[in-house]
């Protein structure tokens, strides 16, 4: 195969783009004739057809959608460059992607995330969630900017990054009206035998808070748990169970779900992490994110 020459390249993108040669013609100002031209002499250099006749439409073969999908990455992202560069540094609208850790509650990430929203300059935030190992391959791939976590960087990931550690918080026990007159009297004992909602295996707060409850000798009628926190809630707000939550958003939750705070468990805390692949943060947006954390969020101790 010859080496490809990048203006054939572009008369194909712009043709695909186009949805026809003669339309693309029309875009390029040229003939119908030297467009065709340029799509055989990119088909040479590639040593395969890009398109085949079905009645009178251009469909693309299956090398064609193989250089198209290369195609549009290199061409979109020069056109992107032109809108930068007639934007200037101060119009264009930056991305900022986070990944979330599916066993971060979705009230501490939105929590965090606000000041991201109120940034002097045009911004876009992305959220990912998902499995914290595959959010932090994503991280070490630039694919994300900063992942939140419910435990630093685990060694397993083996990846290179940095844990800043945005605050902790003990947790506080919430149950409907209904559940906590039931299960009136001294706290944690007054848990023994009442119905309890766990975070699924993988929270970091899951073993600690067995052992908690082993240790003080409450056993609880594990109901159901749960590796997504929305969900956890939900069932919380309906009824059927006690669950715990970070006593830092214990009032905002207890409004938002309508269920009361039973009690707090001062002996366990929860901590949450950024991790990035800086160990000096520099992305405004993160920066805006952590001062949050530290000076707003977590600044009293709960």
Same mark, same amino acid.
């Given at each position: 195969?010859?080496?490809?020459?990048?203006?054939?390249?572009?008369?194909?993108?712009?043709?695909?783009? %186009?949805?026809?040669?003669? +339309?693309?013609?029309?875009? *390029?100002? !040229? &003939?119908?004739?030297?467009?065709?031209? #340029?799509?055989? /002499?990119?088909?040479?250099?590639?040593? %395969?057809?890009?398109?085949? +006749?079905?009645?009178?439409? *251009?469909? !693309? &073969?299956?090398?064609?959608?193989?250089? #198209?999908?290369? /195609?549009?990455?290199?061409?979109?992202?020069?056109?992107?460059?032109?809108?930068?560069?007639?934007?200037?540094?101060?119009?264009?609208?930056?991305?900022?992607?986070?990944g979330i850790g599916d066993m971060?509650?979705?009230?501490?990430?939105f929590e965090l995330l606000q000041?991201?929203?109120?940034?002097d300059y045009p911004l876009r935030?992305?959220?990912?969630?998902?499995?914290?190992?595959?959010?932090?391959?994503?991280?070490?791939?630039?694919?994300?900017?900063?992942?939140?976590?419910?435990?630093?960087?685990?060694?397993?990931?083996?990846?290179?990054?940095?844990?800043?550690?945005?605050?902790?918080?003990?947790?506080?026990?919430?149950?409907?009206?209904?559940?906590?007159?039931?299960?009136?009297?001294?706290?944690?004992?007054?848990?023994?035998?009442?119905?309890?909602?766990?975070?699924?295996?993988?929270?970091?707060?899951?073993?600690?808070?067995?052992?908690?409850?082993?240790?003080?000798?409450?056993?609880?009628?594990?109901?159901?748990?749960?590796?997504?926190?929305?969900?956890?809630?939900?069932?919380?707000?309906?009824?059927?169970?006690?669950?715990?939550?970070?006593?830092?958003?214990?009032?905002?939750?207890?409004?938002?779900?309508?269920?009361?705070?039973?009690?707090?468990?001062?002996?366990?805390?929860?901590?949450?992490?950024?991790?990035?692949?800086?160990?000096?943060?520099?992305?405004?947006?993160?920066?805006?994110?952590?001062?949050?954390?530290?000076?707003?969020?977590?600044?009293?101790?709960?």
């Open positions: 195969m010859h080496s490809i020459n990048y203006k054939h390249l572009y008369y194909f993108w712009v043709i695909c783009k %186009s949805g026809g040669v003669i +339309r693309a013609s029309e875009r *390029l100002f !040229l &003939t119908p004739q030297a467009v065709s031209g #340029q799509l055989k /002499a990119l088909e040479e250099q590639v040593g %395969s057809p890009l398109f085949r +006749r079905d009645g009178r439409q *251009l469909v !693309l &073969t299956e090398m064609g959608r193989l250089v #198209q999908s290369y /195609a549009d990455e290199m061409f979109s992202l020069g056109e992107e460059l032109q809108e930068a560069i007639a934007l200037g540094p101060q119009g264009l609208r930056q991305e900022f992607r986070v971060v509650p979705k009230t501490v990430a000041p991201a929203l109120q940034m935030l992305i959220c990912r969630e998902g499995r914290l190992l595959n959010l932090l391959a994503d991280l070490a791939t630039h694919k994300l900017d900063l992942v939140l976590a419910d435990r630093p960087l685990p060694p397993e990931a083996n990846i290179r990054g940095f844990n800043h550690l945005l605050g902790e918080s003990t947790l506080s026990v919430l149950g409907t009206a209904s559940l906590c007159a039931q299960w009136a009297g001294d706290f944690p004992q007054s848990l023994h035998g009442a119905p309890f909602l766990l975070p699924g295996a993988d929270a970091v707060i899951r073993p600690r808070l067995e052992a908690w409850l082993e240790r003080a000798r409450i056993r609880p009628r594990i109901v159901a748990e749960f590796d997504d926190g929305a969900l956890l809630k939900a069932f919380g707000k309906a009824g059927a169970g006690f669950f715990v939550v970070p006593t830092v958003l214990a009032q905002s939750i207890s409004q938002e779900y309508q269920v009361g705070i039973h009690g707090k468990i001062s002996e366990l805390k929860e901590q949450f992490y950024a991790i990035s692949v800086q160990r000096q943060l520099r992305h405004p947006a993160v920066i805006a994110v952590t001062e949050r954390a530290r000076h707003e969020l977590f600044a009293v101790a709960v």
